[in-house]
């Protein structure tokens, strides 16, 4: 009497020569294995060249996982905002009084967002990890001029020993012991009175620092919040250009054919470089 079993057997799997085809069977139906497979050999018989390969590559191998992503869900879902990261201030305190400053210079009210939602903090943090925050491309070499109290000297560049970065954590820090000494908070927590009084003496020079006057670095750290706010999107603030809609500034268009013969005033949606160069 012969098994059911037996019947339902795939006779490859007994046969020792048909093992091999049964790999090959597999390879092929693999689906990302045959697509790699099939870009190498392009690659080897010089198809592809330049930078096309890199570009070609990457449609291959990623268009499963666009495949698997929702359509529903947008570009800015899916991609995450790498520029909040710190990369020059190493303590957390630091970077706290430094939004909590920024956020006073630049508030949010009801024409639109403030400093922090700008991104501004990151933008700060970003330039200082640069060039810009070791004064790179500037004369860096002695006598320096102090710019005295009665800033008799007015016009003239302030000569600090002290680079952007140090003058930053210097002031930051002398805000923060500000704050402790007057109120017994840090400056973060302190009320939004108190951060303006601090701010104000600073910017009045009332307050004592070594190796740049207060005043100066109240100046530094305006300028920095405000083209913070309204530089393009590409260093880090002005976050979805919304520092530009505030001002109904159209950002970096690559032309204005199409309404520069209009009578009245167009306002357009704002365009950053990522844009514009397709990044």
Partial sequence: MTDKRDNDQDPKKDNPENH???????????????????????????????????????????????????????????????????????????????????????????????????????????????????????????????????????????????????????GLRKMNDESKKRFDTTFDKADEDQQIEILQDFEHNKVKMQGVSAADFFTLLRQATLEGCYADPLYGGNKNMDGWRMKEFPGSQPSYTNIISNEKFDKIEPMSLKQYQGH
């Fill in 20 to 170: 091999s085809g049964d790999q090959h069977d597999d390879v092929t139906h693999d689906p990302s294995r045959r697509r790699f497979l099939k870009n190498s050999g392009m690659v080897a018989g010089g198809v592809i060249g330049g930078g096309l390969l890199g570009g070609f590559l990457t449609n291959q191998f990623t268009s499963n996982e666009e495949a698997k992503t929702p359509k529903t869900q947008s570009k800015k879902e899916n991609t995450a905002d790498y520029q909040n990261a710190r990369q020059f201030f190493h303590r957390i305190g630091d970077f706290t009084v430094l939004e909590a400053a920024v956020e006073r210079i630049y508030p949010k009210d009801d024409n639109g967002p403030g400093a922090i939602e700008l991104g501004v903090p990151y933008f700060i943090d970003n330039q200082l990890a640069g060039l810009w925050g070791i004064n790179g491309r500037d004369y860096r070499h002695r006598p320096f001029i102090y710019q005295k109290k009665n800033r008799s000297n007015e016009g003239q560049a302030d000569q600090s020993m002290l680079d952007r970065g140090q003058i930053f954590l210097n």
